[in-house]
Structures are given as C-alpha cells and as structure tokens.
C-alpha cells in the first residue's frame, strides 16, 4: 500500500481525488487548509468503506511549519503520491489589484506546492519511484480577465513539473498538471453565467470532480510510468 497526500482535499475535485486513490488500494492523507471538518469527512467516509485515509490540517503559506510536520509524517513512511489540488483565487482586475492579493494567490497555489513537496522529494527519490501531479485550471492556458494572479499561479505549475521531471525522471518519478476547466461544484453553479459557460463548451455541458480524479488516478498508476513533464486538459474540449 503506497502513501498518498491530497492537498485541498477538502474541496469537491481534493474528495474525488481522494476517493480515486482509496480505490487504488492506497492509503490517503486529505489536507485541509481551513475547512479540516470537511477534510476529516472524506477521511472519514473511505475508511468507512474499507478503504485507509486519514486527514491532516495545515497552512501551506507557512513553509516551515509544512515542512516540519510533513517531514515527521513521511519519517513514518515515505509518500510516494503528491497532488497539489489546494488552491485559492481573488478576482479583480489586475489595475485594482492589491499587493496581498497577488501575494495570496500565489502563496497557496504556487509556493503551497513547494512547501508540501520539498519535504517528500528526497523519501520518494530513495524508494526510486513516485507520482507527482499538479492540478492546474483552463484559465492557466487560455488566461481569463480578473484573474492575472491566479493564472500566474497555476501557469507556474507546468514548468515547474518539467523541470521535476528532468531532475528526478531517472529515479522513477513523474511529475504532470491536469487543467480543469468548467467543473460543477457548488461554487461554479453559483456562478450567475453557470448555463453561459456550458454554452461555450463543444461537449455542452460542466465537467465532473470525478472525470478530473479519474485522469489524476490514471498519472497516479503503474501504468503511467511513462508519461512526465505534461499538462492534460480536462475541458470538454475548450481548449
């Protein structure tokens, strides 16, 4: 049974990831950054259905305090699955823009990255195989008005896992970013242009968490062992 972490697992796509890999057979460590009830649910509801999870509550902008407690889970035993689903964003455009809300942005979504993995790469390294994947968005590929700083965040991820790639490829790594676009969640069915942004999807309708777990499941596997350094739309074909 390999080790696998879930940053934002809280979130709709975090459970869905999670559950994804309880599937595997792995066992899951869902991240909270603020909503740890949540985080503890979905926990909570896989080891109710046979599978192993546990929930760990952290600030990812703190990179000491991450790197400390990760480094104590992985002397445990080693991660050998990192995905990065923790994100934020704060919409405005970028004129109006203040410093913390760029600084926030890319805090959690960029710098969250690093704090979380730099404390597993060297374990993972050791055990000569690990999958790394970074979960991205639409909006880092096409960018998207008001969001400068979150498309900064999630754009720096895929040079970030080539580069990953090229250091750690040898040692049975991979490193990839998925990008979901429209995904029905209760926040983006909130959105009052929800039925205008289906709309503008050739598949004409939102994705789901599920088909993002899927794809992230998939670049988790054996069977991707050779697939690294790549980003994967999971758009309905928007991109």
């Not at 704060?90 to 960029?110: G, K, Q, T, Y």
């Not at 983006?188 to 999807?201: H, I, P, Y």
């Not at 789901?208 to 988790?220: N, W, Y």
């Amino acid at each position: 049974m390999k080790r696998a972490l879930v940053t934002g697992g809280s979130s709709p796509i975090g459970s869905a990831i999670a559950w994804e890999l309880s599937r595997q057979g792995h066992h899951v460590i869902v991240h909270a950054g603020r909503n740890e009830a949540a985080a503890r649910m979905t926990a909570e509801a896989i080891q109710r259905a046979g599978g192993s999870a546990e929930a760990i509550a952290l600030d990812l902008t703190r990179i000491e305090e991450t790197q400390e407690r990760l480094g104590k889970v992985v002397d445990t035993a080693p991660i050998q699955i990192f995905v990065h689903n923790a994100g934020m964003h704060r919409d405005m455009p970028f004129a109006a823009m203040e410093p913390d809300d760029w600084r926030a942005v890319i805090d959690v979504n960029l710098n969250g990255f690093y704090a979380a993995l730099k404390p597993l790469i060297l374990p993972m390294m050791r055990m000569r195989w690990g999958r790394i994947v970074a979960i991205s968005s639409l909006t880092a590929i096409t960018g998207n008005r008001g969001q400068t700083n979150y498309a900064a965040a999630k754009g720096g991820l895929l040079p970030l896992a080539k580069s990953l790639t090229r250091e750690c490829g040898s040692r049975g790594i991979t490193a990839n970013v998925v990008a979901p676009g429209l995904i029905a969640t209760p926040e983006t069915e909130r959105l009052a242009n929800f039925d205008q942004l289906k709309g503008l999807c050739p598949a004409g309708r939102a994705g789901r968490p599920e088909e993002v777990a899927a794809i992230v499941g998939f670049l988790a596997s054996e069977a991707s062992g050779y697939i690294s350094g790549q980003l994967i739309a999971v758009d309905g074909g928007t991109s």
